[in-house]
Nanobody, 113 residues
Framework: VQLVESGGGLVQAGGSLRLSCAAS????????MDWYRQAPGKQRELVAT??????TNYAGSVKGRFTISTDNANTWYLQMNSLKPEDTAVYYC?????????WGQGTQVTVSS
């Protein structure tokens, strides 16, 4: 299974970006898809989660601004609105199945003030 992320880039504060995470390969028994981010000098943090039942959860710092979704065809999205400079980080998707955990390669998001 491979996860390929896209959609990162440079945006001004207040702008929006949509990240995509496309999974390829044989995937079964998905438990959850998560988006994480890691800013320079900081630990990787969980940003958003979507379970296989469709329930979602968000970090407090992004609640109301970020939305995780899926097209139910092995692609997941993170819609990021009202971006702030503190959202600058490398964003990673993580797919958890019954037996394995897969990570994407990361995509850089930079928010300028």
């Amino acid at each position: 299974v491979q996860l390929v992320e896209s959609g990162g880039g440079l945006v001004q504060a207040g702008g929006s970006l949509r990240l995509s995470c496309a999974a390829s390969g044989s995937i079964s028994r998905i438990n959850a898809m998560d988006w994480y981010r890691q800013a320079p000098g900081k630990q990787r943090e969980l940003v958003a989660t979507m379970t296989n039942a469709g329930s979602t959860n968000y970090a407090g710092s992004v609640k109301g601004r970020f939305t995780i979704s899926t097209d139910n065809a092995n692609t997941w999205y993170l819609q990021m609105n009202s971006l702030k400079p503190e959202d600058t980080a490398v964003y990673y998707c993580k797919l958890s199945t019954r037996y394995y955990v897969y990570w994407g390669q990361g995509t850089q998001v930079t928010v300028s003030s």
